[in-house]
């Protein structure tokens, strides 16, 4: 397994969606991985367990293999919404960021409604206190 790390390659790579941390890109002979650069070994690794594969390819065609790797690059980097703190201006579904000290998981989907933050399954009661959640961002469906 050949790993490309170069600088060209990393510099091309956001960070971690969730961590901030670094990733990597790495040839696994048939599909390209992004993952956290735990080869790397640094600080700013990333910490969390997230990946993204490519579509697979033939390992002699070079072609086939660059385009590939092209896609995957594009669908890593492409995020719509970033991370926002405060409160939402608009009712809707959002992935949210919890104080981890007080919640066991640090990511929720939740809805912003009526003024707070509710579970999908619970309309009734707010689902945490909203000094709970650091940040959020939108969910857009497509």
Not at 23 to 32: F, K, Q, T
Request: aromatic content about 12%; some cysteine; glycine content about 6%.
């Amino acid at each position: 397994m050949a790993k490309e790390t170069g600088k060209i390659i990393k510099e091309s790579l956001r960070p971690c969606p969730f961590c901030n941390g670094e990733v990597a890109l790495a040839d696994m002979g048939h599909y390209w991985l992004i993952t956290r650069a735990s080869g790397m070994k640094t600080a700013t690794m990333c910490k969390c367990r997230v990946f993204m594969e490519s579509d697979s390819f033939h390992a002699h065609d070079k072609e086939e293999k660059q385009k590939a790797k092209e896609k995957v690059i594009k669908a890593w980097n492409t995020r719509p919404n970033p991370w926002h703190t405060g409160n939402p201006t608009e009712e809707g579904d959002y992935l949210v960021k919890l104080d981890v000290e007080r919640h066991v998981y640090p990511y929720y989907v939740l809805k912003w409604s009526k003024g707070g933050w509710y579970s999908h399954y619970d309309m009734d009661y707010p689902a945490c206190p909203q000094h709970s959640v650091l940040k959020w961002q939108k969910i857009v469906e497509g």
